[in-house]
């Protein structure tokens, strides 16, 4: 049997495409599998050329190929191509072509006289679909659809290069939504995902045609806006896209009032992408730094500030290794008689360079830096220690925790070491938890609160009334005591609203058999009508500041007192 004679049976039976083309690329043949790829016969297959099956967008450079190939350039040429379905949609294929030979077949056999061309077609679609899906999820942002990180950096370096011949500016707005834990908390992680995808359809909306939107992941947002005339119609477009954000929203049975906190840079000659969205975002939390729901332009004097915050960071870092934090107590007093019934465990920082610290000028950035967990922990451990190393002081002593170090910090066991490792009991050990903390609703944050109970240790709300929703945080939860805010405090005396708040809540202490402190006693006027209003327990520089170890006065110890009695904390 001839060579030719086998070509045709093999020729018809592929499972892959095969097509014979002329020297003008007409089809001259092909096989079933082809005509499937094309939605066509065999025999409507030769009234076409192959350029006509060729989707627009790939003829060019396919001829351009076969161009070369007749050139002897190219021993043969693979490439990627999409064929036209008859029903319109596009095939992706692979194609290889390679001449025919120049003698005629002999019995007819070989396909078709006047053949230039064989080629060889696979359909790869569904490996392209894979493909571009892998891709897809490479430059955008599997929840929203917006672009992400990767791809904004790309759009923006590219809107930076062609900037340069603009007379225009780009700006870009880096959107933090404000609160966004509490939802994510309190409603679930499918109402906070609900949350984000509405506020991306928001700020997609209210963009222009051609500016990018992306998500950086979690409650961050980007716009990038190209081609802006001033930095005041950057900021009209921004007060539209925060207006539209701000539209309440109902999720999981709530109604949400989003804000968001937004920082505004422009671009400035030779900047970069990265720099630029960096200045954004330094913006940013400056905006939340000062009140969240607000914006905040890039200004060289917040790059200072941010720089400083670093090195602050880097500084506090090497401090918590070589013991440069230091813990000062704060007594906390009987009204009537100014006796000692509890310490409050104040951190502070003695700066090799700057001197004593006060948290005011680290915590901020110790919890930005994530670095608040092992500060804490040392502070409850310093705490104990003082408990245990002074046995003639038989009151309590409080710790103020972050909300951080609460369920996935594993709190229960920090406090469980601590009390183990000095022996203490536990019922001298308080903490002071935030409303927003008392609030957290994850499984791991109830455990952790539940466990600290079950150790005996008390828990005190701090800076009670400056929350959302106080009152069912001391209902919800295992809270066996609270703390007036400051705030209310410098209001004693105003015959309204101080007074009435300050009486309401000593009467809610006493109806809930709570321990209660008033903070922020400064004067005596302070301390008569405290006393007047109900409350039994104070802390303030009324009574003293915080002070090392060594200067206390711990003569005269004060036994512990029962809940309903007891000492409360304070924010240091």
């Given at each position: ?108 056999a070989a396909p078709g006289g006047g053949a230039r061309y064989f080629v060889h077609v ?247 830096a994530n670095l608040v967990v092992p500060l804490g922990a040392f502070v409850i451990s ?191």
């Amino acid at each position: 049997m001839t060579e030719s004679s086998l070509f045709r049976p093999a020729f018809d039976g592929s499972p892959i495409g095969m097509v014979v083309l002329g020297a003008d690329g007409v089809v001259l043949d092909a096989n079933d599998a082809f005509a499937r790829i094309a939605g066509r016969t065999v025999a409507g297959l030769r009234t076409y050329r192959l350029r006509e099956l060729t989707h627009p967008d790939d003829v060019s450079h396919h001829e351009e190929l076969r161009s070369q190939l007749d050139q002897d350039e190219l021993p043969y040429f693979q490439a990627q191509t999409r064929l036209l379905h008859r029903n319109g949609d596009a095939v992706w294929t692979r194609m290889t072509v390679t001449l025919a030979p120049e003698a005629d077949a002999e019995d007819g056999a070989a396909p078709g006289g006047g053949a230039r061309y064989f080629v060889h077609v696979e359909d790869i679609t569904e490996i392209r679909r894979a493909k571009d899906l892998l891709e897809r999820r490479a430059m955008y942002d599997h929840l929203t659809g917006l672009a992400n990180r990767t791809n904004l950096l790309e759009r923006l370096e590219g809107a930076l290069e062609s900037r340069r011949t603009d007379a225009h500016t780009i700006a870009c707005i880096f959107l933090d939504v404000d609160h966004f834990k509490v939802v994510n908390d309190s409603l679930g992680h499918e109402a906070g995902d609900a949350l984000l995808q509405a506020i991306a359809r928001r700020i997609k909306g209210a963009v222009r045609p051609g500016d990018t939107v992306a998500r950086l992941g979690g409650d961050e947002f980007v716009v990038v806006l190209e081609s802006v005339a001033t930095q005041a119609a950057a900021e009209a477009l921004l007060t539209v896209i925060a207006s539209d954000v701000q539209i309440p929203f109902t999720v999981g049975g709530h109604e949400v009032v989003p804000t968001v906190s937004a920082g505004l840079a422009l671009a400035e000659p030779d900047i970069t992408a990265e720099s630029l969205l960096r200045n954004a975002d330094t913006a940013m939390y400056a905006a939340k730094q000062r009140g969240r729901a607000r914006v905040e332009v890039f200004t060289s004097e917040l790059r200072s500030h941010a720089l400083n915050k670093l090195s602050i960071e880097s500084e506090l870092r090497a401090a918590i290794r070589e013991g440069e934090l230091v813990v000062h107590y704060q007594p906390i007093v009987r009204l009537d008689t100014a006796e000692v019934v509890a310490y409050e465990a104040l951190v502070r920082w003695n700066h090799p360079n700057r001197g004593l610290l006060l948290p005011e000028e680290f915590i901020e950035v110790c919890e930005e830096a994530n670095l608040v967990v092992p500060l804490g922990a040392f502070v409850i451990s310093q705490a104990c220690e003082f408990i245990a190393a002074h046995p003639e002081f038989t009151g309590r002593v409080f710790v103020n925790v972050s909300t951080r170090q609460i369920g996935s910090a594993d709190l229960t066991r920090v406090v469980t070491q601590a009390l183990e490792a000095t022996r203490i009991d536990p019922r001298r050990l308080g903490l002071e938890i935030t409303e927003s903390g008392m609030l957290i609703a994850t499984q791991a944050a109830r455990s952790d609160l539940e466990g600290l109970t079950a150790l005996g240790v008390d828990l005190i709300i701090d800076d009670f009334g400056t929350g959302y929703s106080a009152l069912s945080s001391v209902l919800l939860n295992p809270v066996s005591g609270l703390k007036l805010a400051r705030e209310f405090t410098l209001r004693l005396g105003d015959r309204g609203t101080g007074d009435r708040i300050s009486t309401t809540v000593a009467a809610l202490t006493r109806s809930l058999a709570m321990s209660g402190v008033i903070e922020g006693v400064e004067s005596e006027a302070q301390r008569a009508i405290a006393q007047e209003h109900g409350w039994t327990l104070g802390q303030g520089f009324l009574f003293g500041h915080a002070k090392p170890v060594e200067e206390l006065d711990l003569r005269g110890p004060s036994p512990v007192a029962e809940p309903h009695e007891g000492p409360v904390p304070s924010a240091g």
